[in-house]
């Protein structure tokens, strides 16, 4: 009896070890990095700077969500039974988006990188640590890293939004931006801010994307390019002779408020992406980013004042934004002067590619996503090696007489156009060819707002205050009512 004792009192203590081995191993995988940044703080010979570009990335990054609002704005270029349909697509990316590159985008774009704590997997064509932020990956650092680049990644969803506005299945776009933000966004981003093959390039110092002209905007507008090309124009944009009607938005007013809140985050996106507060050069490129987004505006006001000698302010909120968007590749590696080139040229860019894929393609994009972000990001890709004038982080363009960073960027912008158009084509039209995407005439003819979301973005108001007086005079009736 008491040799079976030892032998099952032996045998619990061995579970107990064995158990607890389990949890301690668990435990220091779980808490492996730095979680409550008391590591990170002491370590750093300078504490309170590391404190002080902690508070300056998460401010960037709170402003950079805050450009949604500014995006769901952007849909009084829409008609006004579809405003609620187009909002909640951006909305879907702002959640749904952010949480998928949680799920996928974050570990295969900056795995590998070595960026910060447990990004160590991965090789130079994708990467694969990181997943859920799990292990090493909480750490106060790498969890910084991941909050910014979460919130710019929610750029994506509404880029696409813009152009598949107005005749799009729910469904379609979730699946549709699922599939971009898992494979197409995060393959493209770890090529050049994961340290990946495009960034490796030996020409110049590999390929430079500052703040994403081409990761973020050159990829979707390129889907966005293939998303309203698989779905096909709106009912009554083009006539039977391949004309095009103006379908007027319903808010200009929206569309002016949405671009000042674009503009105001923006130089908080591309500022913040320093990610460092001691980081003086943020001070050139807040200048860069406002020079190239003004200097859009102005000559579309005069392009358009011009050719019709009416002054479109909506196109010209456009060429505010497609400067913007041409100047974050170069926006640390540029003069000022060459940020108001940059910026009039995406003005300029931005008109022309609406004529072009209007008129050409005959290819509906109510918001002018495609012009705004896809053209003017595949631009900006090629300003950097054009532009940069040697003064930070070593790139140097034409200007300086070195080709070589040019050849860089000409690789990722032609890179762009296959990858993204490859994988776009596939993503739209598979789906078109398989669920189905668009909806039918007679729910596109209602409007999407009520028939896929069950109300309306602007109820009428004597119509709301009748439904209610009859549902209160219904209860007194039946005596039901009781004030």
Partial sequence: MQKIFRIRTGSL?????????????????????????????????????????FVWILMAAF???????????LGGLVRSKNMLSYMTHCFMATTAGAFIFWLFGFALMFGGSH??????????????????????????????????????????????????????????????????????????????????????????????????????????????????????PRIGKFNPDGSSNHIPGHNIAYVLIGTIILAFGWLAYDAGSTLAISELRSSIIAANTFLAGISGAIIVVLYTYIKNKKAD??????????????????????????????????????CATVWLVEQKFKVDDPLG???VHGANGLWGLLAVGIFADGSYAGVSGLITGSGGQFLAQLIAFGTAIVWAGVLGFGIFFGLKHTIGIRV??????DGLDVVLHGTQCYPPDGKYIEDIDTVVRKHIRLGEFVQ
């Fill in 63 to 73: 402003l950079i969500l805050f450009m949604q609002a500014g995006f769901m704005l």
């Fill in 313 to 350: 302010i909506a196109e010209a909120c456009n060429g505010a934004l497609g400067g913007f968007v041409a100047v974050s590749a170069s926006c640390a590696y540029v003069a000022p002067w060459a940020a108001v080139i940059i910026g009039l040229s995406g003005g300029l860019l931005m």
């Fill in 115 to 232: 960026l910060a704590p447990g990004l160590v997997k991965g090789n130079s064509f994708i990467g694969y640590g990181g997943f859920l932020l799990l292990g090493e990956t909480y750490d106060v650092k790498t969890i910084l890293l991941f909050i910014f680049m979460a919130v710019v990644a929610t750029f994506i969803g509404s880029i696409i939004a813009g152009a598949v506005a107005e005749r799009i299945k729910f469904s379609a776009f979730l699946i549709s931006c699922f599939l971009v933000y898992a494979f197409v966004y995060s393959f493209y981003g770890h090529w050049i801010w994961g340290e990946g093959w495009l960034a490796e390039l030996e020409l110049g110092v590999g390929v430079k994307d500052f703040a994403g002209s081409g990761v973020v905007h050159a990829i979707g507008g390129i889907c966005a390019f293939m998303g309203a090309w698989a779905l096909g």
């Fill in 440 to 445: 039918s005439k007679t729910e596109e003819l």
């Fill in 13 to 53: 203590g061995l579970l107990m070890l064995c158990v607890t081995s389990m949890l301690f191993l668990w435990t220091s995988c779980a808490l492996a990095g730095d979680p409550n940044g008391a590591f990170t703080f002491t370590k750093s010979l300078e504490g309170l700077t590391t404190s002080g570009n």
């Fill in 369 to 371: 996503a495609v012009s």
